[in-house]
């Protein structure tokens, strides 16, 4: 059974940077194929997907947020974690990690956490 | 502005079908892979179509996905009360710099 599970701040300042981790079970990030990847959802608006890191720790970024973002992973703990710098109040979300087959699908996501940006 | 165009909103009574489309370009929807996701209120995204077309287990066969070009379509058939959610499409998008792309989100209601 796969699971995940996003976690830190809920509130974070603006030009802070924002660090969550997103622990799993049910799978190796060091199996052939797999990915983590993070998607966030502003308030009442649609999907946005941030970045994504593979197996081989081959990492991709969305291109408008690739400045802010980095992706790691920790197989030892089964653990993804993703900072992003110079917080903003645009950037208030609920953020999600999710499981990757091969980059093509999510198939497994975890219950979001939201972030609020605010001072 | 997403890449991928969804519609923002389609209904239709209970039992009826719908079809929610999405639509790219060839460097997204045109050579990858599609896949969908349903959003309950208040609930994390859930896969329900990848592959374009191929169901994962446990969704039922009322909901089907089909890929022709640069467009992506999802039928939902038999419609339930419990299928009003947002409809996400979502593929890679092969440019230069190479990422995954969502639609913009659709909202079906179940009159």
């Known amino acids: 059974q796969i699971t995940l599970k996003e976690s830190g701040p809920t509130l974070v300042k603006p030009t802070q940077t924002l660090t969550l981790t997103c622990t799993f079970s049910g799978f190796s990030l060091s199996t052939s194929g797999v990915g983590v990847g993070w998607i966030r959802q502003p308030p009442g608006k649609a999907l946005e997907w941030l970045a994504l890191i593979y197996w081989d720790d081959d990492k991709r970024y969305s291109p408008s947020l690739k400045s802010r973002l980095t992706i790691t992973k920790d197989t030892s703990k089964n653990q993804v974690v993703l900072t992003m710098t110079n917080m903003d109040p645009v950037d208030t979300a609920t953020y999600y990690c999710a499981h990757s087959s091969l980059g093509i699908l999510f198939d497994y996501w975890g219950q979001g956490t939201l972030v609020t940006v605010s001072s | 502005q997403s890449v991928l165009t969804q519609p923002p909103s389609v209904s239709a009574a209970p039992g009826q079908k719908v079809t929610i489309s999405c639509s790219g370009s060839?460097?997204?929807?045109?050579?990858?892979?599609v896949s969908w996701y349903q959003q309950l209120p208040g609930t994390a995204p859930k896969l329900l179509i990848y592959?374009?077309?191929k169901r994962p287990s446990g969704i039922p066969d009322r909901f089907s996905g089909s890929k022709s070009g640069t467009s992506a379509t999802l039928g939902i058939t038999g419609l339930q009360t419990g299928d009003e959610a947002d409809y996400y499409c979502?593929?890679?998008?092969?440019?230069?710099?190479?990422?995954?792309?969502f639609g913009g989100g659709t909202k079906l209601t179940v009159l």
């Open positions: 979502g593929t890679w998008d092969s440019s230069l710099s190479a990422n995954w792309v």
């Open positions: 060839s460097s997204n929807i045109g050579n990858n892979y």
């Open positions: 592959e374009n077309n």
